[in-house]
């Protein structure tokens, strides 16, 4: 369930393109610098838009630099790094490591486990100075196991993602303030948005191999199901709306009016060219 808040970068000019990359190259070097350098490997676009929706709301101080890494080793990126940034690496660790450990759960990918092995002691620290949202995101990802496995094909379609949404509801609400009602509101409806979209664009793969689907499960056609994640996409966006954000707000706009489809667009795409129409 990750990778679907995402930009849309062809709807954004060349400024606003390397503005985005900038926060996305800033959370990289603060995920070796903060955590360690395994932790690049769980760098996300999802845990760059938190940091620039934090960054806008907040209007937090900036600190840029230019550095290079091993992918871009011999012309220096702009990275900019605000304390939101160090808060998304913090919170990359903890989506990471519990990914891993599902994936082993689920797969038996000895891989992932290695990986949430050697994030193990990382996340023990990203736990210790952020309890509330690890402990939310450890009940709810619980939560979300126990669903997905019960047989009571009667249950309703979002109690999974109405879970996951209150991980991420609480992710977003990085500090107990003015703005934390509003920022877990608007968690709560992404998180919904991103387990169902996921589960939209798994609806073929599921139905064969019998993995847990919700629309699967309730017999939904494709139709159906789409319209319900255009549901949760307005509703998303009205949430969004109620920020009053000026910094990158249009890049912001971009993903979470059109970058959160792009996958679904994809997939739709390639449909198309493999039935020839």
Not at 201 to 226: C, E, I, T, W
Request: a negative charge; glycine letters at 4%.
């Amino acid at each position: 369930m990750f990778g679907y808040v995402t930009p849309h970068l062809d709807q954004l000019e060349e400024h606003e393109r390397q503005r985005y990359l900038s926060l996305y190259c800033g959370l990289c070097h603060a995920l070796g610098d903060n955590q360690s350098q395994l932790a690049r490997f769980g760098l996300t676009y999802d845990m760059a838009f938190l940091a620039m929706l934090l960054g806008s709301l907040y209007e937090l101080d900036e600190e840029t630099t230019q550095k290079r890494c091993a992918p871009h080793p011999f012309k220096a990126r702009v990275c900019v790094n605000t304390l939101a940034v160090d808060y998304a690496a913090a919170m990359t660790v903890a989506l990471i490591y519990h990914k891993c450990l599902d994936d082993w759960k689920d797969d038996r990918s000895f891989t992932q486990r290695a990986y949430a092995q050697a994030l193990s002691k990382r996340y023990q620290e990203v736990s210790k100075r952020y309890p509330r949202q690890c402990e939310t995101l450890e009940q709810a990802l619980l939560d979300i196991d126990a669903i997905e496995r019960a047989s009571d094909a009667q249950k309703e379609m979002d109690r999974a993602a109405t879970a996951f949404g209150r991980a991420l509801a609480e992710i977003f609400a990085w500090r107990d303030d003015f703005w934390a009602d509003e920022l877990r509101f608007f968690g709560m409806k992404l998180g919904r948005l991103v387990y169902m979209m996921d589960a939209l664009l798994d609806m073929d793969k599921d139905r064969v191999s019998g993995n847990y689907n919700p629309f699967v499960l309730h017999d939904s056609d494709a139709q159906d199901a789409f319209e319900d994640v255009v549901m949760l996409a307005h509703e998303t966006a009205q949430a969004f709306e109620k920020f009053p954000l000026e910094r990158d707000a249009h890049v912001l706009q971009s993903v979470v009016y059109a970058g959160v489809w792009h996958d679904y667009n994809a997939q739709q795409i390639e449909a198309k060219e493999q039935s020839g129409d």
